[in-house]
């Protein structure tokens, strides 16, 4: 069964739309990271799939059943934007509650607690938390009962790298065990080897909806080439190839993707004066950034 | 049931843990015993016993101090989850509004009943030690017990329906305190100037009683002060109460907390996170 399905969901503030004609799927196992600036209409989306707020019009499914009925809330966990709690409780009450809801064992919340490295700090009031430590009984939670729908709502915001890489290895495992993951971020750079698919919205418009390798190919952007020569010969190596001499020893060029082989076929027929070659494709950020203001200037 | 009895626990932490469980305790038995204790002097002049005494003075603060501890329990209840931001994340969760709304009722009805019980506990145990307890009755404090959780319910519903028609707990506590003053003081001071100026005519005998046991407050007084010569709307109670009888106050004092906690449900479940 298909985890999450939209069809032409809309949503209005009055005049203003938020989500556009947004329609989207995620099956089992999946993870689909959802970019957007702010104001795009990430939490909007996420809280019309939580039946936290209604649709104008279209149409939403989680796991078979309407968004906010009790079966799609018994299997989804739920990571919100800036995750808050009551702040005279500990940890651990906080969790075993949630898994008390969940009607999952109180021994299934102190281990979530040790996963995401809380257990030292379990016992004391949250109040006393920082913010990462707070993101992470934010994770725990949404990860009992191991949910068939994740929802995380900038789930990496107040981590350090180290948390984050721990995050996503717990994505990971999450999605290995079956359970479609949709994570909105506006922090790029580490959703590259991290995710399935991406999905970009741009004011409430959803303006790509595919995986890495897929975009890239369709955004045609140039990819940079860049060579290490010996000292002495960087001058001409620049003059050959037709690029841009960076500093004393190396090179840069761009090409379109379709070009990248007989390039490279090229630079490797200069020999000897050659050191190293780095082909460096278009980065994510440059890839949101093409589909975000690409289909701005569309409208 | 279990995700009634999770959230009444959780509550009851943080009820504990904010003082209001202390500050609710403390209210009561402060009052209480001060009241016990001035009560004893004049008790033994009249024909009234000690304890009537206590409960009289007792009740009349009781209908100021429960209904404003029901409201400091509750004002908070959902207008501070939207602020904290908490509320979204319990809604994600599978239970109904209804659940969580009763499971926060069963706890701040829980400290309720606490506070309640000390003050009155330390009543009568003041009263036992003053005149020795055996020949004593003590269905009156029996009675202006299961009277102020009633009315203290009724308050905490109301509570709930104005946390969750403002957002802004700041808002909340302020016409918590605007219901809590008119229910308490204005209602019957506007029904005092009704009966001046209506100088015995039919207000005074066919709608004045109905009006005056509307409010659950003024219930509660002719509950548990029939023969109230003290009271304030001295006149107008003793007839008061005869029209009403004590099963229409009674009726009062049950229908009220079950018509907020229906108005509290109905605006929760329109309650956007
Ligand atoms: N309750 C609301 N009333 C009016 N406008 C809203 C409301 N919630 C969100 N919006 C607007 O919808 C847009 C999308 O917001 P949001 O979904 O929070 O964006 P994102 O999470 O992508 O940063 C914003 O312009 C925001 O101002
Ligand atoms: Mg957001």
Redesign the pocket.
């Known amino acids: 069964m298909t985890a999450l399905k939209l069809e032409h969901v809309v949503?209005r503030?009055?005049e203003?739309v938020?989500?556009q004609d947004v329609s989207l799927s995620i099956e089992p196992g999946e993870r689909v990271a959802l970019l957007?600036?702010?104001?795009?209409?990430?939490?909007?989306?996420?809280?019309m799939i939580l039946g936290l707020?209604p649709l104008s019009s279209g149409r939403i499914e989680v796991l078979g059943s309407a968004p906010g009925s009790r079966q799609a809330r018994r299997h989804t966990g739920f990571l919100p934007?800036n995750v808050a709690f009551h702040g005279a409780l500990t940890g651990r009450e906080q969790l075993r509650h949630f898994a008390r809801l969940k009607s999952v064992p109180a021994r299934v919340a102190d281990d979530l607690l040790e996963r995401v490295g809380l257990g030292p700090a379990a016992d004391r009031r949250i109040r006393t938390y920082s913010k990462g430590m707070r993101q992470r009984i934010g994770l725990a939670q949404a990860l009992l009962g191991q949910p068939k729908l994740a929802l995380l709502?900038?789930p990496t915001s107040g981590l350090d790298p180290v948390s984050r890489h721990d995050f996503y290895e717990i994505v990971h495992e999450l999605s290995a065990a079956g359970t479609a993951v949709l994570l909105?971020s506006?922090a790029l750079t580490e959703l590259e080897t991290s995710t399935d698919r991406i999905a970009i919205?741009s004011r409430?418009r959803l303006v790509a909806n595919d995986d890495l390798a897929s975009l890239r190919r369709a955004a045609h952007l140039p990819i940079r080439v860049s060579v290490t020569t010996t000292d002495e010969n960087v001058e001409e190596v620049a003059a050959r190839l037709g690029g841009q001499r960076i500093n004393g020893h190396s090179v840069e060029l761009t090409c379109q993707p379709d070009e990248k082989v007989s390039l490279l076929g090229r630079i490797t027929g200069l020999g000897e004066v050659i050191k190293d070659v780095d082909v460096i494709p278009a980065s994510l950020e440059e890839l949101y950034r093409y589909y975000s203001t690409s289909a701005g200037e569309k409208k | 049931m279990s995700a009634i009895l999770s959230i009444a626990r959780l509550e009851m932490l943080i009820a504990r843990r904010n003082m209001w469980v202390a500050t609710s305790v403390l209210l009561m038995a402060l009052f209480s015993v001060v009241l016990t204790l001035a009560g004893a002097g004049t008790g033994a002049n009249l024909a009234a016993s000690p304890l009537e005494v206590a409960v009289s003075s007792i009740t009349t603060l009781s209908v100021y101090l429960v209904p404003l501890v029901g409201l400091l329990l509750s004002f908070d209840a959902v207008s501070g989850e939207i602020e904290r931001g908490t509320l979204a994340l319990s809604l994600s969760y599978p239970l109904s509004r209804g659940e969580i709304l009763i499971g926060k009722f069963l706890a701040h009805f829980a400290v309720l009943a606490f506070a309640v019980a000390v003050g009155l506990g330390l009543t009568g145990v003041l009263a036992i030690w003053q005149n020795g307890g055996p020949a004593m009755s003590f269905a009156p404090l029996w009675r202006l017990f299961a009277t102020s959780l009633a009315l203290g319910s009724a308050f905490l519903g109301l509570g709930y329906l104005v946390s969750s028609l403002v957002r802004a707990p700041g808002v909340a506590s302020g016409l918590a305190i605007v219901i809590w003053l008119v229910a308490v003081v204005l209602y019957d001071l506007g029904l005092l100037g009704a009966l001046v100026a209506d100088g015995g005519g039919t207000f005074t005998k066919e709608i004045f009683p109905w009006l005056l046991v509307a409010n659950p407050a003024d219930a509660f007084r002719l509950l548990n002060m029939p023969e109230a010569a003290t009271a304030e709307l001295a006149s107008g109670l003793s007839a008061a109460g005869a029209v009403s009888g004590p099963a229409g106050q009674l009726a009062s004092l049950l229908l009220w907390p079950l018509l907020a906690m229906l108005l509290a449900w109905a605006a929760f479940r329109k309650v956007?996170p």
């Open positions: 949503k503030f009055g203003f938020s989500v957007g600036h702010n104001g795009a209409g990430k939490t909007t989306m996420m809280r707020t934007e709502d900038e909105s506006h919205l409430g | 956007e």
